[in-house]
């Protein structure tokens, strides 16, 4: 995995979030474009988000992008495919 990759991210209490991984040192992570995934439908899993996207948008609850997002507590970093990736960013952002 390199700079420039869209990634999906777990961290210890953050949560979960997707977009382009700009830095990697130690457990904290900077994304561009992050899209925090508070809720995913049509997936069992992240790994399996990472791979095949979610196959029910509609009820997935993506919120906006942010610029450079700060990530701290990083457990995983998981490469998306270019169809997962394509799934994701199709996902209508949930906004109150």
């Given amino acids: ?14 949560g979960c979030f997707a977009g382009i991984l700009v ?7 900077i994304i561009e474009n992050c899209i925090r995934l508070w809720k995913w439908a049509g997936a069992a ?8 996207g979610v196959s029910k948008p509609d009820e997935c609850k993506f919120s906006v992008p942010t ?3 700060k990530i701290l507590g ?13 799934s994701i ?6 906004t109150a």
């Fill in 45 to 52: 899993s992240l790994s399996q988000l990472a791979v095949d």
């Fill in 67 to 69: 610029t450079n997002h």
């Fill in 1 to 14: 995995m390199s700079d420039g990759d869209f990634v999906v991210i777990r961290a210890y209490s953050a």
């Fill in 89 to 94: 960013l199709a996902v209508k952002p949930w």
């Fill in 74 to 86: 990083v457990l995983e970093i998981i490469q998306c495919s270019a169809k997962a990736k394509t």
């Fill in 23 to 29: 830095e990697n040192e130690g457990n904290t992570v």
